[in-house]
Nanobody
Framework: QVQLVESGGGLVQAGGSLRVSCVGS???????AGWFRQAPGKEREFVAH????????WYGDSAKGRFTIARDNAKNTMYLQMNRLKPEDTGVYYC?????????????????WGQGTQVTVSS
């Protein structure tokens, strides 16, 4: 089973950009992978999903038009480029591997979760 490690989080001002990465080791991303985030006191929220074979992507409403998900097959790495960040984007960002069934927007459809990387957007 692949192990995932996120990196690239940090503190950024509103309107700024940040790119977070998710590196897989010991396995592959199989059919696809996704990014979720969780703010304090809130449930884990779907951000984006990518099909590992053809690169097609799905985005949560909060990410559409501002975030871009991408993958590098050779590096076994997934990225999330976040632009025009807002304070409400603050949270821990997690990557996970899609199981292959169920909605890509449900966290229960994923496994092999990383430990998360903190993103904080100041106003």
């Amino acid at each position: 089973q692949v192990q995932l490690v996120e990196s690239g989080g940090g503190l950024v001002q509103a309107g700024g950009s940040l790119r977070v990465s998710c590196v897989g080791s010991g396995g592959t991303f199989r059919l696809g992978a996704g990014w979720f985030r969780q703010a304090p006191g809130k449930e884990r929220e779907f951000v984006a999903h990518i099909n590992w074979n053809d690169g097609s992507a799905w985005y949560g409403d909060s990410a559409k038009g501002r975030f871009t998900i991408a993958r590098d097959n050779a590096k076994n790495t997934m990225y999330l480029q976040m632009n025009r960040l807002k304070p409400e984007d603050t949270g821990v960002y997690y990557c996970a591997v899609y199981r292959g069934s169920g909605s890509v927007t449900y966290s229960s459809s994923y496994d092999s979760w990383g430990q998360g990387t903190q993103v904080t957007v100041s106003s």
